[in-house]
């Protein structure tokens, strides 16, 4: 009877005292605070992405940088069909990379349960005068656990949602670099070591509300290609100047997308605001517990 009650004990200690010295990864609170990398991005991922934004501002561009007599004004309607393929490739390409860079299991399932939370969050709305929940999750998720992981959850999340909702066209390769770019941003932001409190969220809100207009900039540099320019006075020309497109495109943003940009933009405020400091905790508590740059070992028997 001593005997058991002695091993029982020793069993008991054994587990809840971990020797000196050895790093739990969990839960270990120290005297300075470190940036967790879900997602290291090394060099190749670095290129690849690289050129996939490249390729993606000239997609998005190329109306203002062609001249005009140029093959490509030549096909307009064209043109952004071919872009949106090879767009796709890339973010494909950039997506490969990225998943051979240490993305370990813990990280894919971390990528999963976001991606499908942003992906259910976007039809609540359903863009309705641009409230967007999913836009707030994006730019908490990037905050706390870096670009490289940002823009990974960026692109899947926005591939995700338009699966569930029917979104699927030529328009969703630049909603996948365009999500991809804003929840990256949110990684890039300064302050991710020492800034906490409602100064961090300050900067997250301002940092959402111009990211939510940016995004929709983008998305109608997407679109506005595809208008036939005898439809208005807003579509796209194919041989007109530079600055004739620039004012058509000006007044096409205002005229289709700017009370939907200030409902995105504000709705992200807001939800950042209310929600930001519950999910800001919950996302480091669960960075810190999952350990994401701890390797994972196996013991063999006996051992």
């Known amino acids: 009877m001593n005997l058991t009650r002695i091993r029982t004990r020793t069993r008991t200690r054994t587990r809840t005292q971990a020797p ?12 300075t605070r470190t940036r967790v990398h ?14 996939t934004s490249a390729v993606g501002v000239a997609a998005l561009c ?30 494909a390409v950039v997506a490969a990379t990225i998943s051979e860079s240490d993305l370990g299991p813990k990280a894919v399932a971390m990528l999963g349960v976001l991606a499908a939370t942003g992906a ?32 990974a ?20 390769p630049f909603q996948m670099l365009s999500m991809g770019w804003f929840t990256m941003g949110a990684g890039l932001l300064p302050g991710a070591r020492g800034l906490r409190g409602r100064a961090e969220l300050l900067v997250l809100a301002g940092y959402g509300f111009l990211a939510a207009f940016a995004y929709g900039t983008v998305m109608n540099l997407a679109g506005w290609t595809f208008m036939d320019g005898a439809a208005s006075g807003i579509s796209f020309v194919a041989g007109a100047p530079v600055t004739v497109n620039l ?29 930001g400091p519950a999910v800001l905790r ?15 070992t196996f013991d063999g028997p006996g051992t």
């Open 20 to 31: 000196t010295g050895t790093p739990t990864g969990t839960g270990t609170r120290t005297g």
């Open 247 to 275: 004012a058509r495109f000006a007044a096409y943003c205002v005229a289709t997308s700017l009370g939907w940009d200030l409902g995105r933009a504000l709705c992200t405020v807001v939800l950042t605001l209310v929600l």
């Open 282 to 296: 919950a996302l480091r508590r669960a960075t810190r517990r999952a350990a994401f740059e701890t390797a994972v």
């Open 62 to 91: 190329w109306p203002f940088l062609t001249p005009p007599a140029s093959q490509v004004s030549a096909h307009a309607q064209d043109a952004p069909w071919l872009f949106a393929g090879l767009l796709l490739l890339l973010v």
């Open 153 to 172: 959850l960026g692109s899947v999340t926005m591939f995700a949602s338009a699966l569930l909702t029917g979104g699927v066209g030529p328009w969703l």
């Open 120 to 151: 259910a969050l976007r039809p609540i709305g359903a863009g309705t005068a641009g409230i967007e929940p999913m836009f707030f999750l994006m730019v908490l998720s990037g905050r706390v656990l870096g670009p490289g992981f940002g823009f």
């Open 38 to 51: 879900a997602v290291r991005l090394g060099p190749r991922s670095l290129a690849a992405l690289a050129l």
